[in-house]
T-cell receptor, first 110, second 114 residues
Framework: SQKIEQNSEALNIQEGKTATLTCNYT??????LQWYRQDPGRGPVFLLL?????KEKRKERLKVTFDTTLKQSLFHITASQPADSATYLC?????????FGTGTSLTVIP | ETGVTQTPRHLVMGMTNKKSLKCEQH?????MYWYKQSAKKPLELMFV???????ENNSVPSRFSPECPNSSHLFLHLHTLQPEDSALYLC?????????????FGDGTRLSIL
């Protein structure tokens, strides 16, 4: 069956450190992979997109990698801040479908 | 982000009630979506409308009935719901045919079934 797993339900890190979130998938061949941020009581907000033929994408303190051999994407937040605390969702895009993971709740401790 | 607006933000209803959720997008998109988000579960795609026609219906019970009168508005009509239907219902929009573009979400309607 098709499956998307995001590393852990919750991740706590110290302010200033790099947070690394994982998205693993099976039985998909996604053309794109997207990362979203969701705050409590709000809808997901798009952060970054990476294509299947791209290895890495950066935007300010954010970096996404995409390894189609390992079927894995890593999402990094460098110099993390308490304001980065939120739930982060990965989404695979294949065909005309979006498939979302369950999300990882990140808490950055001051 | 105010591009996609959902009303109401919170809704409490009994199992025998009939209510409707509303979604409006101001982004000029031509595809709209309804998702269900339950605790500790991935977003579940319920319905997809492209150019005002329903193109996806993911085995959703008939007690949920979508309506898309135009490309800017989407409704989800609810009747005879069950307690397990309590969840956050999210509306999203995107540009049809552009898989490299993100979906834009509203802030959802928190639905509680008594």
């Amino acid at each position: 069956s098709q499956k998307i797993e995001q590393n852990s339900e919750a991740l706590n890190i110290q302010e200033g450190k790099t947070a690394t979130l994982t998205c693993n998938y099976t039985n998909y061949s996604p053309a794109y992979l997207q990362w979203y941020r969701q705050d409590p009581g709000r809808g997901p907000v798009f952060l970054l997109l990476i294509r299947e033929n791209e290895k890495e994408k950066r935007k300010e303190r954010l970096k996404v990698t995409f390894d189609t051999t390992l079927k894995q994407s890593l999402f990094h937040i460098t110099a993390s801040q308490p304001a980065d605390s939120a739930t982060y969702l990965c989404a695979l895009v294949t065909g005309n479908q979006f498939y979302f993971g369950t999300g990882t709740s990140l808490t950055v401790i001051p | 982000e105010t591009g996609v607006t959902q009303t109401p933000r919170h809704l409490v209803m009994g199992m025998t009630n009939k209510k409707s959720l509303k979604c409006e997008q101001h982004l000029g998109h031509n595809a709209m979506y309804w998702y269900k988000q339950s605790a500790k579960k991935p977003l579940e795609l319920m319905f997809v409308y492209s150019l005002e026609e329903r193109v996806e219906n993911n085995s959703v019970p008939s007690r949920f009935s979508p309506e898309c009168p135009n490309s800017s508005h989407l409704f989800l009509h609810l009747h005879t719901l069950q307690p397990e239907d309590s969840a956050l219902y999210l509306c999203a929009s995107s540009q049809e045919g552009r898989r490299d573009q993100p979906q834009h979400f509203g802030d959802g309607t928190r639905l509680s079934i008594l």
